[in-house]
């Protein structure tokens, strides 16, 4: 049974010593490595090494592979410390900003 004050909705996998990803900014010009602590189908609960002070965290991609190529665009939901939690936002939701030309980026 979930606690009471578990609001995420889909099932959660509990990796027991965090799996290494990073973060970076959605233009790029920011990047912290970070450990997955638990993933679900909606978000994710990560642990960021080193200070998120100043960075842009309303929506960042978190990449799960070194070449870059299996990533999550994310939007944060919670901070607690060093600790965030992140929704996943759907690939459908900004498939039309990506097909835009990225003028003046």
Same mark, same amino acid.
């Given at each position: ?8 909705k889909?099932?959660? #996998? #509990?990796f027991?010593? $965090?799996?290494?990803a990073?973060?970076m900014?959605i233009? $790029? ?9 638990? @993933? ?5 609960k990560?642990?960021i090494?080193?200070? #998120? ?18 990533y ?6 919670? @901070? ?5 939690? @992140?929704?996943f936002?759907?690939? $459908?939701d ?12």
């Amino acid at each position: 049974m979930a606690a009471s004050t578990e609001r995420r909705k889909g099932d959660r #996998v #509990v990796f027991e010593r $965090g799996i290494p990803a990073h973060m970076m900014g959605i233009d $790029g010009t920011w990047r912290r490595d970070c450990l997955m602590e638990d @993933v679900s189908e909606t978000g994710a609960k990560l642990t960021i090494d080193g200070s #998120v002070e100043g960075l842009h965290l309303k929506e960042f991609f978190l990449l799960l592979s070194s070449t870059g190529l299996a990533y999550r665009r994310c939007e944060l939901a919670w @901070v607690n410390g060093d600790q965030i939690g @992140v929704n996943f936002l759907k690939q $459908g939701d900004k498939r039309k900003k990506a097909r835009s030309t990225s003028a003046g980026a």
